[in-house]
């Protein structure tokens, strides 16, 4: 009979003492979930709990304890020992444990994790623990959810138990005790519907059993058949979904990369444009360095003629020896130096125009001359 299974009730530091029905205190809930020894005698060979989210059951019960110690009630004095403090529920899949298969285990696998999923989303920050038992005959989720306390330093169970919340609310309002019991119900069963649409359908299990709608066997199996027909359409329109949105997701990151490739190359384009630049400005400077080494070769060399010119002029005037006359015979103009005054420094100096200059210039005119001839 796969039929949903979720109870979820309040947990006292101790039991009252005029309780109707069997219940159990903090401590004991905790150390049955967690597997303590001598807790559990129920259980033919128990196994620890695997923690499927939250943290360790010790942590829980002294995060409890120290908030309930901590709280005040609406007087302000310190909490009774039997008031609840802590919230706690099963929820179990409806499948034996011996009778678990690899399809079945995917299947409580799934489970699992939408449950958790949930169970955080319904409860919040206030979801202290989930943990899993298979060494009872059904594979079922133990959960722990411990209120915070408000400014006032209340307990706030309201906020995350909602057949509290719904019935004090109700009372606020002005309504009957009645009115507020009737409130608390149909809370409860929000939460068994929401639980069911959110986690159940998506496996199969029915919200309600036969008893409950006086179905005779034969209707009842065929609606469980309709359910599993149910459930496997909800799976695949679900994963069809998560396709889709993967396939959003991976169009969107093209696009974003495609983007990004544009951006890349327009950068890459800008960065070769600055190397083009600087190449040639390199190249450009290159020349110009080598211009200037050439230059300054030429420039050395006139300076060097120039100072050379200086020393056989001293010379030739303090001295008058032939060598400085010789010279000057067969030098070439000085750089920066105009021919004019050069030639007659010259003449100055042999008192002759037979000169190197003046004979080559004697020689142009001659040439020329035979040539208009």
């Known amino acids: 009979m796969a039929l949903q299974f979720l109870h979820v009730d309040t947990v006292a530091?101790?039991?009252?003492?005029?309780?109707?029905t069997k219940r159990w205190a903090l401590s004991d809930v905790l150390a049955e979930a967690n597997r303590v020894d001598d807790a559990c005698p129920h259980i033919e060979?128990?196994?620890?709990?695997?923690?499927?989210?939250g943290v360790p059951l010790s942590i829980v019960e002294s995060a409890a304890l120290?908030?309930?110690?901590?709280?005040?009630?609406?007087?302000?004095?310190?909490?009774?020992?039997?008031?609840?403090?802590?919230?706690?529920?099963?929820?179990?899949?409806?499948i034996r444990v011996t009778e678990l298969d690899e399809t079945t285990r995917v299947d409580l696998a799934a489970w699992e994790k939408r449950t958790t999923g949930w169970l955080r989303s319904r409860f919040g920050d206030g979801l202290a623990s989930v943990i899993r038992h298979t060494d009872e005959e059904f594979p079922h989720l133990h959960?722990?959810?411990?209120?915070?306390?408000t400014d006032a330093m209340s307990l706030n169970l309201e906020a995350v138990h909602p057949g509290i919340g719904a019935r004090e609310l109700a009372k606020r309002a002005g309504k009957s005790n009645k009115e507020a019991n009737r409130s608390y119900c149909e809370a409860m069963r929000a939460l068994q519907n929401d639980f069911h649409e959110a986690v159940g359908i998506f496996h199969g299990h029915l919200r309600h059993g036969p008893r409950r709608r006086r179905l005779s066997r034969g209707a009842y199996l065929s609606e469980q058949q309709e359910a599993q027909r149910r459930a496997k359409l909800m799976n695949k329109v679900e994963n069809e979904l998560?396709?889709?949105?993967?396939?959003?997701?991976?169009?969107?990151?093209?696009?974003?990369?495609?983007?990004?490739?544009d951006i890349l190359?327009?950068?890459?384009?800008?960065?070769?444009?600055?190397?083009?630049?600087?190449?040639?400005?390199?190249?450009?400077?290159?020349?110009?360095?080598?211009?200037?080494?050439?230059?300054?070769s030429v420039l050395r060399?006139?300076?060097?003629?120039?100072?050379?010119v200086i020393f056989h002029f001293v010379g030739?005037?303090?001295?008058g020896e032939e060598k400085y006359r010789s010279f000057f015979m067969s030098c070439p103009l000085p750089h920066g130096v105009h021919p004019e005054p050069w030639e007659r420094l010259r003449l100055f100096l042999f008192g002759s125009k037979d000169t190197p200059d003046a004979r080559a210039r004697s020689r142009k005119r001659a040439d020329d001359e035979r040539t208009h001839t």
């Open 13 to 20: 530091r101790s039991v009252p003492k005029k309780a109707t």
């Open 45 to 53: 060979k128990p196994q620890m709990p695997t923690r499927l989210y």
């Open 66 to 94: 120290r908030r309930a110690n901590d709280a005040r009630d609406a007087m302000g004095r310190r909490l009774r020992k039997d008031a609840p403090v802590m919230i706690a529920g099963v929820t179990s899949y409806p």
């Open 143 to 149: 959960f722990f959810v411990v209120p915070e306390l």
């Open 242 to 261: 998560a396709d889709l949105e993967m396939l959003r997701v991976e169009v969107a990151l093209n696009s974003r990369a495609r983007e990004r490739v």
């Open 265 to 296: 190359e327009v950068e890459n384009r800008s960065l070769r444009e600055e190397v083009e630049r600087k190449t040639l400005a390199a190249e450009t400077a290159s020349r110009e360095a080598e211009t200037l080494r050439k230059d300054k």
């Open 301 to 308: 060399a006139a300076a060097a003629h120039s100072a050379k």
């Open 316 to 319: 030739l005037i303090v001295s």
